[in-house]
């Protein structure tokens, strides 16, 4: 029971798990100088730990389970990468206990570990996400499974000679009343397939990298033996792991060769996404069932709406702040004459909007249809004194007055 | 003679021992409920469709008049800025005496996948210009754009000059087709036409996996690991789940505004070019005559230095400054050296401009 312990690795599973580890590479069950070929899925510390945490999960499902999940599994894969290590500092011990070439001994047990990484994705894969992104294929699986002339298996991946056998298959003209959905099928698995093409380019590509990494990292050891430069921990080799597999993916990703690969992996990838729309769609039409092509639509109308209003707020504020406009200069004006001239008034309201704030807050109460009515005939009014003051340019004087009134307009919240 | 001397006692033994970390590192995340983050007190003052304009309180007796608007990018979230007490450049801009306001876009909906550039530089940014403008009382204001704010405040500075006093970017691409653009080249060939078609907007998971794909052993993989070192102790979880929780807080991207900042800024480098156009405007740097601080950062693996760099070349103003942070991307907002530097740089200059 994991509860009685205090940390999960007080469990006496888990060191007997350790012993048993312990006792194998210390050589009692010959697994040393055989990496790849006894690794053995029972005593690996990768499942010591995946058997602990099976038992420690229940008590620790939180909102961190995330991070959880994540920690666990790069440990793994930690742990994985430094079990086959640990086998191979113990050969290069036993080597040099027998005066065997260090250097020589490495590559041949990189190459061990070469075949080993090959066959076993558990190490590090992080294009999972490719993965997730493949949702409407299984939705499309399902539609092909319970079509007549197609099976889900269509979508598995094939040999070259059943690829050839594929194509043609999916060259059958359509014909008879369903052949426009039969059609639309036969483009869908040909853009699966082109997918599925890329997708696997990709990973042969990712496997590619990784054994480069390898490569890499074997040389750095040696140059490390040749330099004199020691490896302490296991923690050491997993970052120089780390590093040589950075060092070789950043140098392939700004080649031209990633950018189209990646490109084409994408792109094959939406079009089979964009073809199983339209079959979903064709399938909801013929349900009466909403489809995302109708939703957009309404989402488009409903946005052209949202500009619309923005834009009729816009100018009733522009309207409103007009009205307070001339409705403060009114008494300003009156006061004005017997007082300041009317100008500098009129600078000061555009220079600092805050002050209009206040004038609209003043006036905000007696908004009626009536003022409506009067802004008309003062726009009016104003539009007629405009051309008035355009056909008297020789004044400097209207000149003037036309200014400020323009600027007064011109103000915007 | 053989360098590599561990022996099988010393292998498992530090295999115990991270053993024995990992578990108190599980049962201290397992202990951690709630991750805080953004410290620093604000108020909601203005609200449109997602966005929310936040006024932050003063922490100091005197302000600086002009008030500066920090423009966030659509990726992620704003709280990076104030992540938490001590690692907070808004923090650090209050104390200088700052008075911060901050626009949230917020995380869009599926009914949002129409909004453009146009909407966001000359809609809602406008919009919250013009609201600080009246509240302060002033004829034109302070921007400081974050990472893609940074481009949006640009575009915004070259067409709404009569409104911006001094603007500041914060690790801002400028030029997208430098060599060391590893976002850039990556999507160079993608047609992004289709991708909006298929997916209208572009859900956050998509991003992140792309951000994390520039570095993937580093991290998704080495960092995990590493993090079993700091476990024992909860602050420094803590630290890393307030910054984990922020880099996987990613908003979809709005379709449209996808479309057009990938295809003008990524692929046709259009900034630098002077070809972006935001509705019905051409965006001219050149018309930038306010005064200008840059502030890029020297070890960013998303926007290189010479991205952030090229916009002295582009701009027209006489008042240009530039500033190398010692970092990265991220941590010019939230390493203890950005906390010491960026805040009192950027009130620096300020002051000596408003």
């Known amino acids: 029971m994991a509860n009685q312990y205090k940390t999960p690795f007080d469990n006496l599973d888990w060191s007997d798990i350790q012993k048993q580890f312990m006792d194998a590479v210390m050589g009692k069950k010959e697994t040393f100088g055989m990496p790849g070929n006894n690794f053995s899925s029972n005593t690996s510390w990768a499942d010591a730990m995946d058997f602990w945490w099976r038992a420690f999960k229940p008590e620790s499902v939180s909102a961190n389970e995330n991070v959880f999940n994540k920690m666990l599994e790069q440990c793994r894969s930690y742990y994985l990468l430094s079990q086959q290590f640990s086998e191979i500092y113990q050969a290069?011990?036993?080597?040099?206990?027998?005066?065997?070439?260090?250097?020589?001994?490495?590559?041949?047990?990189?190459?061990?570990?070469e075949s080993l990484f090959a066959e076993n994705n558990q190490i590090f894969n992080w294009t999972n996400f490719i993965d997730q992104c493949e949702q409407p294929a299984d939705l499309l699986k399902s539609f092909m499974s319970s079509a007549p002339l197609y099976t889900g298996d269509v979508f598995n991946e094939l040999s070259p000679e059943l690829k050839k056998v594929r194509e043609q298959f999916l060259s059958v003209p359509g014909v008879g009343y369903s052949r426009e959905t039969q059609e639309k099928m036969q483009e869908a698995l040909r853009l699966w397939a082109s997918y599925q093409d890329n997708y696997q380019e990709f990973h042969s590509v990712m496997a590619r990298l990784n054994h480069d990494a390898l490569g890499l990292m074997r040389k750095r050891l040696i140059q490390m033996h040749k330099e004199g430069e020691s490896v302490e921990s296991m923690r050491q080799i997993y970052n120089i792991?780390?590093?040589?597999?950075?060092?070789?993916?950043?140098?392939?990703?700004?080649?031209?060769?990633?950018?189209?690969?990646?490109?084409?992996?994408?792109?094959?990838?939406?079009?089979?996404?964009?073809?199983?729309?339209?079959?979903?769609?064709?399938?909801?039409?013929?349900?009466?069932?909403?489809?995302?092509?109708s939703i957009e639509a309404l989402e488009r109308r409903q946005y052209e709406l949202r500009k619309q209003v923005r834009m009729l707020e816009a100018e009733m504020k522009a309207v409103k702040s007009e009205l307070t406009q001339?409705?403060?200069?009114?008494?300003?004006?009156?006061?004005?004459?017997?007082?300041?001239?009317?100008?500098?008034?009129?600078?000061?309201?555009?220079?600092?909007?805050?002050?209009?704030?206040?004038?609209?807050?003043?006036?905000?109460?007696?908004?009626?249809?009536?003022?409506?009515?009067?802004?008309?005939?003062?726009?009016?009014?104003?539009?007629?004194?405009?051309?008035?003051?355009?056909?008297?340019?020789?004044?400097?004087?209207?000149?003037?007055?036309?200014?400020?009134?323009?600027?007064?307009?011109?103000?915007?919240? | 003679?053989?360098?590599?001397?561990?022996?099988?006692?010393?292998?498992?033994?530090?295999?115990?021992?991270?053993?024995?970390?990992?578990?108190q590192g599980l049962k201290t995340l397992s202990e951690i409920e709630d991750i805080d983050v953004g410290v620093s007190e604000k108020e909601p003052v203005y609200k449109e469709d997602n966005l929310v304009l936040y006024h932050f309180k003063p922490r100091?007796?005197?302000?600086?008049?002009?008030?500066?608007?920090?423009?966030?990018?659509?990726?992620?979230?704003?709280?990076?800025?104030?992540?938490?007490?001590?690692?907070?450049?808004?923090?650090?801009?209050?104390?200088?005496?700052?008075?911060?306001?901050?626009?949230?876009?917020?995380?869009?909906?599926?009914?949002?996948?129409?909004?453009?550039?146009?909407?966001?530089?000359?809609?809602?940014?406008?919009?919250?210009?013009?609201?600080?403008?009246?509240?302060?009382?002033?004829?034109?204001?302070?921007?400081?754009?974050?990472?893609?704010?940074?481009?949006?405040?640009?575009?915004?500075?070259?067409?709404?000059?009569?409104?911006?006093?001094?603007?500041?970017?914060?690790?801002?691409?400028?030029?997208?087709?430098?060599?060391?653009?590893?976002?850039?080249?990556?999507?160079?060939?993608?047609?992004?036409?289709?991708?909006?078609?298929?997916?209208?907007?572009?859900?956050?998971?998509?991003?992140?996996?792309?951000?994390?794909?520039?570095?993937?052993?580093?991290?998704?993989?080495?960092?995990?690991?590493?993090?079993?070192?700091?476990?024992?102790?909860?602050?420094?979880?803590?630290?890393?789940?307030?910054?984990?929780k922020w880099?996987?807080?990613?908003?979809?991207?709005?379709?449209?505004?996808?479309?057009?900042?990938?295809?003008?800024?990524?692929?046709?480098?259009g900034l630098v070019k002077g070809t972006v156009k935001i509705g019905e405007q051409t965006v001219d740097l050149e018309n930038i005559k306010n005064p200008v601080l840059n502030i890029y950062a020297k070890d960013d693996h998303l926007v290189p230095p010479d991205s952030s760099r090229a916009l002295e070349g582009c701009v027209g103003t006489s008042d240009y400054q530039s500033l190398e942070f010692p970092g990265g991307h991220i941590g010019i907002y939230v390493s203890g050296k950005a906390q010491k530097m960026i805040p009192p740089a950027v009130g620096q200059w300020l002051t000596e401009r408003s």
């Open chain 1, 92 to 113: 290069m011990q036993k080597a040099q206990q027998g005066s065997e070439d260090i250097v020589q001994f490495l590559n041949e047990q990189f190459q061990n570990l």
């Open chain 1, 241 to 293: 792991w780390v590093d040589s597999n950075e060092k070789v993916y950043g140098e392939f990703v700004f080649t031209e060769e990633y950018a189209e690969l990646n490109a084409r992996l994408v792109n094959s990838l939406m079009a089979f996404k964009n073809k199983s729309h339209e079959i979903t769609e064709d399938y909801l039409r013929t349900m009466n069932l909403p489809t995302s092509s």
């Open chain 1, 326 to 413: 001339k409705t403060s200069a009114q008494p300003e004006q009156q006061q004005a004459k017997s007082s300041k001239p009317a100008k500098s008034q009129k600078t000061r309201a555009r220079k600092k909007p805050a002050r209009k704030r206040k004038s609209k807050a003043k006036t905000s109460e007696v908004k009626s249809s009536s003022q409506v009515v009067d802004f008309k005939k003062s726009r009016l009014e104003k539009e007629k004194k405009k051309k008035a003051e355009a056909a008297d340019k020789a004044t400097s004087k209207s000149d003037n007055k036309k200014d400020a009134s323009a600027g007064m307009i011109e103000i915007k919240f």
């Open chain 2, 1 to 23: 003679m053989n360098n590599f001397q561990m022996n099988p006692v010393d292998i498992v033994s530090e295999i115990n021992e991270f053993n024995a970390k990992l578990a």
């Open chain 2, 60 to 244: 100091t007796k005197k302000q600086n008049a002009v008030p500066l608007l920090i423009v966030y990018a659509l990726v992620n979230r704003p709280y990076m800025a104030d992540l938490q007490d001590g690692r907070s450049m808004i923090q650090g801009l209050l104390d200088e005496g700052l008075d911060v306001y901050l626009i949230d876009w917020g995380y869009p909906q599926s009914v949002d996948k129409y909004l453009t550039l146009d909407d966001y530089i000359n809609g809602y940014i406008d919009r919250c210009v013009d609201f600080i403008r009246e509240a302060s009382n002033q004829e034109k204001i302070n921007l400081l754009g974050i990472c893609q704010g940074g481009c949006f405040s640009l575009c915004y500075s070259a067409l709404h000059q009569d409104k911006v006093k001094n603007l500041i970017t914060t690790v801002t691409p400028v030029d997208f087709h430098t060599k060391d653009d590893l976002l850039s080249h990556m999507v160079q060939q993608i047609d992004i036409d289709q991708v909006v078609d298929t997916m209208g907007n572009i859900p956050g998971e998509m991003l992140n996996w792309t951000f994390l794909t520039l570095k993937p052993y580093t991290l998704m993989g080495q960092k995990y690991v590493d993090l079993v070192d700091i476990l024992d102790d909860k602050n420094k979880a803590l630290n890393f789940m307030r910054m984990e």
């Open chain 2, 247 to 269: 880099i996987f807080d990613s908003p979809d991207q709005v379709g449209e505004t996808y479309r057009q900042f990938i295809k003008q800024f990524y692929q046709e480098n």
